[in-house]
């Protein structure tokens, strides 16, 4: 299968990080991959970036780096209707949002709440993928998450990090099975991230690669193999 993007990776900036943003670029184009998107963590998350971090990417020459950057963020999900912790002007001037439930940002809810959460991050038209939604330490009702992907357009994450011996991500492994057969059913699209948080795992989707040939995933349905079906995404 080929796997051509990677557009969930975290610079120094994000507070628990250990590359630059030229590491990670020049890691994305060592690695072959024709996109990349940097995705650092919303303002939320315990030493992280403020929100004027999103407002100056006109800095970055992209054609300076032999391969095609965007510069999202990944959001954190901050109650269980799905609000996220970017305002205006600043949501505007990303390429997209990953939003995600994180432990030090929202509580763990019930399977009703949390699904909540989810649903209602995806209403928000900036929000293109949900991160890592097998995370066990959120459950939530998986058929639903899977119909309103569907319905909203939104890509539903395949993270090869949640797949790691010491991930604190409970039964990620098993979730993804669950979601991927259910996103198989509603023709639902996934995507391959690795949420590298240095430069040496940009592009690693070994063990994402694992779990969707487990699940016989379809090959159409997985957005990596085509940079312009992930792009039709971001419309």
Do not use: W
Request: with cysteine; proline share 4%.
């Amino acid at each position: 299968m080929k796997d051509l993007l990677d557009v969930h990776m975290h610079t120094i900036a994000s507070g628990h990080a250990y590359s630059t943003l030229r590491e990670m670029v020049t890691a994305g184009r060592q690695h072959n991959l024709e996109l990349i998107g940097i995705s650092d963590h919303g303002p939320l998350m315990p030493g992280s970036c403020g929100e004027f971090y999103f407002c100056n990417f006109k800095v970055i020459r992209p054609e300076k780096a032999g391969i095609e950057i965007l510069m999202g963020a990944e959001l954190n999900i901050t109650d269980f209707s799905g609000s996220l912790d970017l305002r205006e002007p600043f949501l505007s001037r990303i390429d997209y949002a990953i939003a995600s439930l994180h432990e030090p940002c929202i509580e763990n809810g019930s399977i009703e709440q949390n699904t909540a959460a989810i649903l209602g991050a995806m209403r928000n038209p900036k929000v293109k993928i949900i991160g890592h939604p097998d995370n066990g330490n959120y459950p939530v009702d998986y058929e639903a998450v899977v119909k309103a992907a569907k319905e909203h357009h939104v890509l539903l994450e395949v993270n090869s990090s949640s797949y790691h011996p010491d991930s604190n991500r409970r039964n990620s492994r098993s979730n993804a099975h669950i979601m991927l057969g259910l996103c198989k059913q509603y023709g639902v699209s996934v995507i391959m991230d690795s949420d590298a948080h240095i430069d040496l795992d940009v592009g690693n989707h070994t063990r994402a690669r694992q779990v969707i040939a487990e699940a016989d995933f379809p090959e159409k349905l997985v957005v990596n193999t085509d940079i312009a079906k992930f792009k039709d995404f971001l419309k």
